[in-house]
């Protein structure tokens, strides 16, 4: 099952894994390049998915990981880790 993101509001920090959902919530007030990174981070260091330069975000499966709409627009510039 590839993992999906969410954004919610009021999060107390940037990211949170949702095991139950396997979503990662983040923060709508966040700034993409830091939920980028945060993102980044979690899914290479807690679930080992695979970083391809300049590919952006991946899913543990390797395919891209599709941020949600609200966030393509303003974090698409923030992609290039
Ligand atoms: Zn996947």
New binding site residues.
């Given amino acids: 099952?590839?993992?999906r993101i969410a954004v919610v509001d009021d999060l107390p920090t940037i990211a949170i894994w949702d095991p139950d959902e396997v979503t990662i919530l983040v923060d709508r007030g966040t700034h993409p390049h830091d939920l980028i990174r945060e993102l980044h981070a979690i899914l290479t260091n807690d679930f080992g998915a695979p970083t391809i330069p300049g590919a952006g975000l991946t899913?543990?499966?390797?395919?891209p990981?599709e941020l949600p709409q609200e966030l393509q627009v303003t974090a698409a510039p923030a992609l290039t880790l």
């Fill in positions: 099952m590839c993992i899913c543990i499966c390797g395919e990981l």
